[in-house]
């Protein structure tokens, strides 16, 4: 497949190939592979950007594997804005094939949230049944029966972030992170249901229109002058690039 990226070649050139951003990335950590590194996944883009590389299957396997946590961008000592040319990689993906149907129906359960309760329920009993062989759905060791159902104060200082499955299958977590805020005496509201998902996945995938809808949705739920507190790290770097994603001034100041 050849083709070009449209990435910005200033974004590209910032990379100095330092590899400070190495030890910071889960996929070169485990693959030991440098086409799994951020340094490695930039020179590629590099390559067919300039026309010296097709989109083959390994450069193709290679961004697919990213999984955006966007730890080399903090690490990068110049600079480098990796997240932005990951999403425009990923979307000029997207752009050229067609997601599986399981990925599909699954970024689309994302988005509404009672029937990922519903079905979560469902998998929590079926799970205590032992009839979901592990390797056919790898999910949590035990999906709660409840999704998570937090005190809130009528006069938060802070909101925080509750998303999707996190509410889910990791209420937990927001409930230690809530009896932190209790102990410190920081009142608090969750952002809940109605908010719901920050779209990170469905930008991960190359959705990035569905993702834009989800930003636009996620920022006029919340009230502009909460600070928002994230505790998923994949929650956090998606709504962080909220400004990049929408352009507009008011994604900016989210
Ligand atoms: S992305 Fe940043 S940290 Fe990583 S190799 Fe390039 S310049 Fe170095
Ligand atoms: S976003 Fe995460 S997985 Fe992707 S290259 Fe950067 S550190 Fe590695």
Redesign the pocket.
Known sequence: MSTSLGLNKNHLVA???????LPHCPTYLVTQDESRS??GR?SLMSGVESGLMSLSEEVVESMDTCVQCLG?ET????G?Q?GTLIDQTREILHSQRKLGFRLRVGLWILLHMKILVIGSWTLAFIQRLRLIPKQILPIPKKIPFRGGRYRQHTDPEVVLFTGCVMDTWFSQIHEAALSVLDSIGVTYMVSGKETGCCGALHNHAGLRSTAKKQALHVISTLPTELPVLVDSAGCGAALKEYGSLLGTKEAEDF
């Open positions: 990379c100095i190939s330092c590899g400070l951003c951020p340094r930039i080399c690490a990068c000592p110049s480098v990796y």
